[in-house]
């Protein structure tokens, strides 16, 4: 017998609290694995894709954008939600022109995870691109990025030594930083 099953909690009740234009929270009744009820708060999140832009010499193309929540300015990797009926691709690939201002035919996915588990069920899909070509940022009209461009063996320092401690980029920097090198399980051809 799996004992790992007996984890499972059994949603009873659900009810959405907030409905805004990318999230929505929810407010539900569990079943425990001990048959106790709690209740737990959510967030629901359409999922999205975070790209790793590399130019042939080894240079990343990072943003640098603030965050409100925060009230900090972040290194990041070029990211975005993905849009109603766009594929993770579509998204990837968007986001990398939109807040780049590079583009590609030539990416590969790389893996997923999942940032924030105790509260939403997002998802984030990692890609990486390569033979990239300069073009017009197209950033939406309430989103203010710079771009700049970076050694990728700078940044993954820039992530140990803190400079870069946004969760999504460190885990994007350092999965991209294995796979560009020829290790993990995503062996592709560059």
């Known amino acids: ?30 079943k425990l694995p001990d048959g106790g009820v709690s209740s737990r708060e959510w967030i629901k999140h359409p999922g999205a894709c975070a790209v790793v832009p590399v130019f042939k010499n080894g ?11 925060m009230s900090q300015i972040f290194w990041e990797v070029p990211a975005g939600k993905i849009d109603f009926g766009e594929t993770e691709d579509q998204t990837a690939l968007r986001e990398l022109q939109e807040e780049a201002g590079v583009k590609t035919g030539d990416f590969a996915y790389i893996g997923h995870f999942y940032p924030c588990i105790g509260y939403s069920d997002e998802v984030i899909h990692i890609y990486v691109a390569w033979n990239l070509a300069q073009t017009a940022q197209k950033v939406d009209e309430d989103e203010f990025v710079t771009k700049e461009r970076i050694p990728f063996k700078e940044a993954v320092k820039m992530v140990h030594s803190g400079e870069i401690n946004d969760g999504k980029t460190v885990i994007c920097l350092l999965r991209a930083w294995k796979w560009w090198q020829g290790e993990g399980p995503f062996k592709l051809t560059k």
């Open 59 to 69: 240079d990343l193309m990072m943003i640098r954008q603030f965050r409100y929540p």
């Open 1 to 30: 017998m799996n004992e790992h099953k007996l984890l499972v909690e059994k949603k009873l009740t659900s009810k959405e609290v907030f409905k805004g234009k990318l999230l929505h929270v929810f407010y539900d009744e569990a």
